[in-house]
């Protein structure tokens, strides 16, 4: 099945600098690759997917990038803002079968004003 | 507004006790996943449904069974609870389909003594 790798496991940074999120997965068969953030008491919430088709999306202060060779992709946010604070996940689902989400252990990112 | 409801915010059950998690979802999905969220092991799937009456088991089913006798309604059943099951739980919906969203509950947090 797929295993997917997230690092670092917690990240400080100061308000305005940014801020790096890698992950890598091991099933060549995923081509969904969502991330999702969770604040203080609430379920995680999509932020931002990329698909194995493309090798870059942005949104606003938000990036991800795909590198389907090495099998890594990250999450990149700019200008960083203390409400960016939260748990962040990456996760990996493959094409077929019954497209079963895989989650990495999540990064603690603390923004400090 | 999409939403993915799950009965109980916070359960203290004792250990043997068979304990019932509920979830729902309005948005007519035919996937319905349990996650269990432990620090520094990020979100691992316990069992998930993609029809009614249809349950598949996820990474880590021991101790736990699953219902799904409508489409909006998800149960998790902790058979006979133990002090390991302590953990937060968190249901989640999804369209069937490729590259669809995975919307979650707020989770339960569930402690068991």
Same mark, same amino acid.
């Not at chain 2, 691992?44 to 069974?65: A, H, N, Q, T, W």
């Not at chain 2, 099951?85 to 989640?92: E, G, K, N």
């Given at each position: 099945?797929?295993?997917?790798?997230?690092?670092?496991?917690?990240?400080?940074?100061?308000?305005?600098?940014?801020?790096?999120? +890698?992950?890598?997965?091991?099933?060549?068969?995923?081509?969904?690759?969502?991330?999702? +953030?969770?604040?203080?008491? +609430?379920?995680?919430?999509?932020?931002?997917?990329?698909r194995s088709n493309v090798g870059e999306k942005k949104d606003q202060r938000i990036a991800v990038t795909l590198n389907k060779t090495a099998k890594h992709f990250s999450l990149h946010?700019?200008?960083?803002?203390?409400?960016?604070?939260?748990?962040?996940?990456?996760?990996?689902?493959?094409?077929?079968?019954?497209? +079963?989400?895989?989650?990495?252990?999540?990064?603690?990112?603390?923004?400090?004003? | 507004?999409?939403?993915?409801?799950?009965?109980?915010?916070?359960?203290?059950?004792?250990?043997?006790?068979?304990? /019932?998690?509920?979830?729902?979802?309005?948005?007519?999905?035919?996937?319905? /996943?349990?996650?269990?969220?432990?620090?520094?092991?990020?979100?691992?799937?316990?069992? /998930?449904?993609?029809?009614? *009456?249809? *349950?598949?088991?996820?990474?880590?089913?021991?101790?736990?069974?699953?219902?799904?006798? *409508? *489409?909006?309604? /998800?149960?998790?059943?902790?058979?006979?609870?133990?002090?390991?099951?302590?953990?937060?739980?968190?249901?989640?919906?999804?369209?069937?389909?490729?590259?669809?969203?995975?919307?979650?509950?707020?989770?339960?947090?569930?402690?068991?003594?």
């Amino acid at each position: 099945g797929e295993n997917v790798e997230q690092h670092p496991s917690t990240l400080s940074v100061q308000e305005g600098d940014s801020a790096v999120i +890698k992950c890598t997965y091991s099933d060549s068969a995923s081509n969904y690759f969502p991330w999702y +953030k969770q604040e203080l008491g +609430k379920g995680p919430q999509l932020i931002i997917d990329i698909r194995s088709n493309v090798g870059e999306k942005k949104d606003q202060r938000i990036a991800v990038t795909l590198n389907k060779t090495a099998k890594h992709f990250s999450l990149h946010i700019t200008e960083t803002q203390p409400e960016d604070s939260a748990v962040y996940f990456c996760a990996a689902t493959p094409s077929g079968g019954y497209q +079963k989400v895989t989650f990495g252990t999540g990064t603690k990112l603390q923004v400090i004003p | 507004d999409v939403k993915v409801t799950q009965s109980s915010r916070y359960l203290v059950k004792r250990t043997g006790e068979k304990v /019932f998690l509920e979830c729902v979802q309005d948005m007519d999905h035919e996937n319905m /996943f349990w996650y269990r969220q432990d620090p520094g092991l990020g979100l691992r799937l316990i069992y /998930f449904s993609y029809d009614v *009456k249809m *349950k598949e088991k996820g990474d880590i089913p021991e101790g736990y069974s699953v219902s799904r006798e *409508k *489409k909006e309604r /998800f149960s998790l059943i902790l058979e006979s609870a133990s002090t390991n099951q302590t953990s937060m739980y968190l249901c989640a919906s999804r369209r069937q389909g490729q590259n669809t969203e995975a919307f979650f509950g707020q989770g339960t947090r569930l402690t068991v003594v």
